[in-house]
Structure formats: structure tokens, C-alpha cells
């Protein structure tokens, strides 16, 4: 049996991806994944350096497995991600114990530097200055065989001024819309139904080779890939959203109506002096427009309070913009100084109990918004795509989630604090009939079901499904978990062509569980977040796509 390994991921959508890399990466050189309650012979952590909090962090994970690597003298621990690229050697420094530091650009190096590390029994640490390989050429190991995310473009052109991202990550570097289809139809075929492509800023997609409208004419593309029910998109910078894109969306089935786009403040002082690019006027017409093309379109956002110079003025545009764009959930984040960035050093700081009492109060305005959305939700009847993960009491109780096509969190099954405040109670025999359902069901699967409660973070379906569709995602979950363990996984996948010219014969195309807030006690990246698998012994029933439901 191979090296045992573990990959911690702290920080955006763009990390996650990375994670999925690394992971790939880690078992095509043999490595073998071990649960979290075991001790590998590798963790690696994959970093974020948004956040003020983000460097305690990590140095508090690795003074807390010290004692682990003292006592298990063959185990390596390695430190990527934004982090790494900032501190470089710092790590190693106050942390001796680390084997390899490695950077944002240089992914495909880890295997060999672990080995040097091994073999020369000192640290290895490895930054480099500009990407080397564009992380989908390399292979990954999907967390989810029914959702995939595809890198777009990588690095960021903005000079938000909060925002530490494009000194890591780099100038905005754009995949070819071929090579981006091609990885597509590839996860498709391997069992997906779900993408979502990711870029710093996707709607500047297309510039790097001349073609300012190509991220519309990708979503159309997507469109046209048979078995892809579901194409979501991460993250839109308000300044460059398009009346082409919002058309897209509209008139293409399977891209979803939601949409996750970073407003950061509703004063137009304040996004001056983070250098947005836009101002709130154009950010509310945005919103009316894309919900005058998809009028049940679920739209999220970012916000930061308390930013350098932020008045109380400013902080209440901030809460009309709220008020007027009723957003159905928001990322919520205290604004911290972030070493390397000019705000940093920005006059008028914000006193901490200023920006704490604020935020308390944007808090309860958007929980009082998103409950008002979220009930207006019950009595709908939604498709939901079942996933790990999505509620943490799952297990215990026996329900399940995932997520309806507009992006809210759903929970399928019985819930007690549902009933309890809505009034409505069902019989332990009709629950029991339910759970008996829902028990045949498996992530990947896709169901119809009615909504019969709303929080302001998750919706409750507690009756029986409506209808209940295998998928083979589904089939490759279960398949998962019939295997021996420590079995490497089916869907570690060959990478995909990167930056370049298009592949051949392609033609180019015209939030996690119950109670949890999704706000932070940091700032918000002001922009975020294969071949097939080789055959197998599982035999697949093919079961037809309907085309998507608006």
C-alpha cells in the first residue's frame, strides 16, 4: 500500500479546485486518501491569505500536529496555496517542522519535492514567480462525481484595494474556450452533471485573445453539451457584467438562475476608495435586470463593513442597497487589515467596536431579508441535486440535501425545529414512510420536491419526494462505497489541455449546513472561488437527461 496523505483546504472555490489537483496529483504518484480520524504519512494544507485570521490559523493547525510529526518520524507535512506564495520561507522559519512549502504557480511540483525532501532530509521550499502549468492539465481527484469545477482563467487584472489575491495569484491568464469544453464534455462522460466555472472575474474572460464577449458564448456552448443539466459560474465583477451574459443566462436551460456577484459596499465613497470600478447605481441595475430575464433567479453577495474611511452614512447606503436588492443570502465580512495592501495603510481606520456593532446590524437586516425570501419559497416545487456534505445533522437523522437550481440549500426529510415553528406536524408513521424514501436515494441523485418550510439559510422539504431520478454519478457514489478501503477513487482523471491553442477538432463556442451564517470575521477576495476515468467493472445503466426546468 502506497503513502498515506491528507489535503486540508482553507479559503475560496479557487482553493477547493486546487485541492482537487493536489489530490490527483498525490495519487497518481501512489499516494492512497485516509479519513480525517487517521494519521497519514502526509498532510498538506492548502492556504488562504485573505483574511487577517488567516496566518494564526494555519500556524495554530501546525503547532497543534507538531507533537504527531514528533512521534511519527516518516510523516511530511507541506504548506501551499496563497499563504505559501506570501510568507515563503517564514513557514519554514517558525515552523521548522514543515517538509515543503509550495506556491500558487507550481502545483505540479509537489511530488518531486516531497521526495527531495525525503531523500535530502531538509526542507524544500519552492516558489515561483508566474504559473508554470495551468492546474486543469493536471489530474484531480473530484470530491463529488455529480459536480465538477472548471478553471476558466486564473489570476485577477483588478487592483481592488482590500485585496492581496492578484500579488498571488498573478495577472489574468485565459484558458482557449476549446480546451474549456473539451474538459467539460470530458467530466460529463466521467459523470457530472453539474460544472461550475470559476475565474477571479469571469466576465473579463475572452480578453487575453481578443474576444471580449467570449464568456457569453461559453455559457451558450455549455448549453450545447448533452447529460449537463446544471452550469453555475463564480465570480462576476460588477464592472464588466454584460447584457450578452444576462442574455446567456436567460435563453440557455441548463445555466442556472442564480447568481453570486460581490458588491462589497452600497456607498459609492466607499467603492471609490476600494477601487471597484462601479458605482451602486450601476450594481441595483444590474440586479433589476437580471431579474427582469430570470424573474426566480436566487442572487447572493459579498459585503464588507467597516471599511478605512467608512462612515455611518456610507454603512446605511449600504443597507438601502440591501434592502432594495433583497438578496437571498450574503457573505458577510468585517473588514481587517491586510499587510500588502493599500488599504492597510489607509487614513481613517475604522475603530474595531464601530465595525463589530455594524456588522450586527447588516447581519440581522440580511437574515430578516433572506427569511422573507426563503418562505416566499414554500409551496414551490424544486429539483434538487443531492450531495455529501450540505447538512450536517444528514447522518443522524437520516435526511438528505443539496441544493435547488437556483443555488438554496434544501434538506429533504422530517425536521422537529421546522415544525415547530411552522405549525405543521406529520405522524412518527408518515415520517418513518418518508425517511424509508429518502433512504434509497444517494448523493448525485436528483430529486423533485415541495418546499414546506423556510429559514434564512436552508429550506425544508418534509414530505415525501415528488420524484426521485438515478443518476450515474449516483452509481459511482455507491460504487465508492462498496469498495475495500483504501481503494484509490475512479474519478482521478488525466488533466485537460491548459493555456494555448484551442484542441483539435473543437470548434470555439460563438453555502454548507443548518445553522451556520455564511458571514466572516474577515474580508471578502473582492472577484471569489480531464480525460475520462479509465473503464470499470460497474455497469451503468444509461438513464436520459430531461432537458433542465426553469
Not at 508566474?130 to 472548471?150: D, G, I, M, Q
Amino acid at each position: 500500500m502506497g503513502r498515506s496523505y491528507q489535503v486540508r483546504t482553507f479559503g475560496c472555490q479557487m482553493n477547493v479546485h486546487d485541492s482537487e489537483r493536489i489530490s490527483g496529483l498525490l495519487e497518481s504518484a501512489g499516494y492512497v486518501p485516509v479519513d480525517a480520524g487517521e494519521t497519514p504519512d502526509l498532510v498538506v494544507f492548502n492556504t488562504c491569505a485573505v483574511r487577517e485570521n488567516a496566518d494564526n490559523r494555519l500556524y495554530g493547525n501546525l503547532g497543534h500536529l507538531y507533537p504527531t510529526k514528533r512521534d511519527n518520524p516518516g510523516m511530511q507535512i507541506a504548506v501551499g496555496g496563497c499563504l505559501a506564495q506570501k510568507d515563503r520561507g517564514t513557514i519554514t522559519r517558525k515552523a521548522p517542522w514543515v517538509d515543503v512549502v509550495f506556491g500558487t504557480h507550481n502545483l505540479h511540483r509537489l511530488p518531486v519535492l516531497l521526495e527531495r525532501a525525503r531523500h535530502n532530509a531538509e526542507a524544500q521550499v519552492e516558489i515561483a514567480e508566474a504559473l508554470e502549468v495551468f492546474p486543469s492539465t493536471l489530474p484531480a481527484r473530484r470530491a463529488s462525481h455529480a459536480s465538477a469545477w472548471v478553471s476558466i482563467s486564473v489570476g485577477c487584472d483588478n487592483t481592488c484595494t482590500f485585496c492581496i489575491v492578484p500579488s498571488l495569484r498573478g495577472k489574468e491568464r485565459d484558458r482557449r474556450p476549446g480546451d474549456v469544453l473539451a474538459e467539460v464534455e470530458a467530466l460529463v462522460a466521467d459523470g457530472a452533471v453539474e460544472v461550475t466555472l470559476l475565474g477571479q472575474n469571469v466576465n473579463s474572460y475572452g480578453r487575453s485573445f481578443g474576444d471580449p464577449g467570449a464568456f457569453a458564448k461559453l455559457l451558450r456552448a455549455c448549453g450545447r453539451i448533452e447529460g449537463l443539466e446544471r452550469v453555475r459560474f463564480t465570480s462576476p465583477h460588477p464592472r464588466d457584467f454584460t447584457d450578452d451574459v444576462i442574455a446567456a443566462m436567460a435563453e440557455t436551460p441548463n445555466v442556472c438562475p442564480s447568481l453570486h456577484m460581490p458588491m462589497q459596499s452600497g456607498s459609492d465613497e466607499v467603492l471609490r476608495r476600494m477601487r471597484r470600478s462601479y458605482r451602486r447605481d450601476r450594481y441595483l441595475g444590474i440586479v433589476e435586470r437580471v431579474r427582469a430575464a430570470l424573474p426566480d433567479a436566487a442572487i447572493t453577495t459579498d459585503i464588507i463593513v467597516g471599511f478605512p474611511g467608512e462612515t455611518e452614512r456610507d454603512f446605511l447606503d449600504t443597507l438601502d442597497v440591501v434592502g432594495q436588492a433583497r438578496f437571498s443570502g450574503a457573505f458577510t465580512f468585517q473588514y481587517s487589515p491586510r499587510p500588502g495592501t493599500p488599504a492597510a495603510t489607509m487614513d481613517e481606520q475604522v475603530p474595531p467596536a464601530v465595525v463589530a456593532e455594524r456588522y450586527g446590524r447588516l447581519v440581522a437586516l440580511q437574515d430578516e431579508v433572506s427569511l422573507a425570501e426563503n418562505r416566499a419559497q414554500v409551496g414551490r416545487t424544486v429539483e434538487v441535486l443531492l450531495a455529501e456534505g450540505e447538512g450536517r445533522k444528514d447522518e443522524s437523522t437520516g435526511r438528505r440535501s443539496g441544493r435547488a437550481r437556483d443555488g438554496r440549500l434544501v434538506h429533504l426529510g422530517p425536521d422537529a425545529n421546522a415544525s415547530a415553528r411552522s405549525g405543521v406536524h406529520t405522524s412518527p408513521a408518515e415520517e418513518a414512510a418518508v425517511l424509508a424514501e429518502l433512504a434509497r436515494l444517494r448523493p448525485g441523485d436528483v430529486v423533485t420536491t415541495a418546499i414546506t418550510y423556510g429559514a434564512p439559510h436552508y429550506l425544508v422539504a418534509a414530505g415525501a419526494p415528488l420524484a426521485a431520478r438515478a443518476t450515474r454519478a449516483g452509481d459511482l457514489w455507491a460504487a465508492d462505497r462498496a469498495a475495500p478501503a483504501g481503494t484509490a477513487r475512479q474519478s482521478v482523471s488525466l488533466g485537460m489541455p491548459g493555456i494555448g491553442a484551442a484542441v483539435a477538432g473543437t470548434q470555439a463556442p460563438d453555502e454548507t449546513h443548518d445553522e451556520t451564517h455564511p458571514h466572516g470575521d474577515g474580508q471578502a477576495c473582492g472577484c471569489a472561488a480531464p480525460a475520462p476515468s479509465p473503464a470499470s467493472a460497474l455497469t451503468l445503466v444509461s438513464v436520459p437527461t430531461p432537458a433542465p426546468a426553469r
